[in-house]
């Protein structure tokens, strides 16, 4: 795999340094992430915080800027850990109120994040398997925005926070194309494969049939 992308030379400082951010950054993510949960926050909060877009904004961009690919598969499993902990610890704890069911597919999710940053990481490299794994986090926030037109439904309380939600999701996209390709040529085929493939998402309700009733859009 090195003709699609060479690992950098690391410390082991460096590496260590590595892992406590992305656990800082995990544990920063979860308690903002329950305390917009609370009432009276202003919905805009939440309902980011409740979907997967922003997670895996957050974590494409963490893994490509690894030292490695081992290194990005061993930070992304401590940020969805540190992020998951402190989230279900807050729940249980303080809250009195324990979502078995959540906590375990969640927790069957980040046991599965090591494999998918692994993978990532190749992204920010050169050819055609960095072209498309490039585009799958871009995939799913497109497939995702596509799917906040839905958002607030059925009450239509918070019906006026779709546009302000989908600017959002296109700003993370451009944030993507624009951090992630070391070749501003390969933004093109990125996101050319990723409307395609956003495109058969959607059509099939990809992510509806797999995270149905734990995401906030599905």
């Not at 609370?38 to 309902?47: C, L, Q, R, T």
């Not at 190749?122 to 958002?151: C, D, K, N």
Request: glycine share 8%; net charge positive; with cysteine.
């Amino acid at each position: 795999m090195n003709q699609i992308r060479v690992k950098s030379e690391s410390t082991t400082k460096q590496k260590v340094v590595s892992i406590g951010f992305a656990m800082l950054i995990g544990v920063i993510m979860g308690v903002a992430a329950k305390l917009v949960d609370a009432p009276g926050i202003n919905p805009i909060f939440d309902d980011i915080g409740g979907r997967l877009g922003v997670w895996v904004f957050a974590a494409a961009l963490i893994s490509v800027f690894s030292y490695s690919p081992k290194l990005a598969a061993v930070k992304i499993f401590v940020f969805f850990g540190s992020m998951l902990t402190v989230y279900y610890v807050y729940t249980v704890l303080f809250l009195h109120f324990s979502p078995e069911r959540a906590m375990v597919f969640w927790g069957i999710c980040a046991v599965m994040s090591p494999i998918c940053a692994y993978i990532m990481w190749y992204a920010r490299g050169s050819g055609l398997l960095s072209i498309v794994v490039a585009a799958l986090p871009v995939t799913l926030l497109l497939s995702e925005g596509f799917q906040l037109r839905y958002a607030y439904l059925p009450i239509h309380t918070h019906y006026y926070l779709i546009p302000v939600l989908m600017i959002i999701y296109l700003i993370m996209i451009v944030v993507l194309l624009l951090a992630i390709p070391i070749n501003k040529k390969q933004v093109l085929p990125i996101l050319s494969i990723a409307l395609i493939l956003s495109f058969i998402m959607i059509y099939f309700n990809v992510l509806g049939r797999i995270f149905g009733g734990m995401n906030g859009v599905l």
